[in-house]
């Protein structure tokens, strides 16, 4: 049997009411990957629903190997995000800040405190959907 390569994506997220992206850009000097802007379509697609909330967003994506371990996708998102602490806590009190993660084919969750101390203090939420576990590792 063949083993599958783990996998994994991390994305950080700022949903507002009111704060445009094209601010958040701006204060944190930051290209985002992805954003969309209260009351249009999703993907600008009269398809889809209408947004009902700002978004910003940046992801691992083509940055850092997908196959490493989440730790290294997460210090990459932080070294971007981090240098602007006080903001994004400050953001937070009226925005949702999320990280998102998905791993699949078994990859193992480890975060060390030092990051969880940095998720925690920029206010940011930490949701990890794992995919295909590989049940007979107990390791």
Do not use: Q
């Not at 783990?6 to 000097?29: A, G, K, Q």
């Not at 083509?62 to 210090?75: D, F, L, W, Y």
């Amino acid at each position: 049997m063949t083993e599958l390569k783990s996998s994994v994506l991390l994305s950080f997220s700022i949903h507002s009411e009111t704060v445009h992206p094209d601010t958040i850009t701006e204060v944190l000097d930051i290209r985002p990957d992805k954003f969309g802007i209260k009351g249009h379509h999703r993907f600008d697609n009269p398809r889809y629903a209408i947004r009902g909330t700002h978004f910003w967003g940046l992801n691992s994506r083509n940055k850092v190997e997908r196959s490493s371990p989440i730790g290294e996708h997460m210090t990459y998102l932080l070294d971007l995000l981090y240098p602007h602490s006080r903001y994004l806590a400050e953001l937070s009190k009226t925005a949702e800040l999320r990280f998102l993660c998905t791993i699949t084919h078994g990859n193992h969750i480890f975060l060390d405190k030092d990051t969880i101390h940095k998720i925690a203090d920029i206010g940011a939420f930490f949701n990890a959907t794992v995919l295909n576990w590989d049940d007979d590792d107990e390791d």
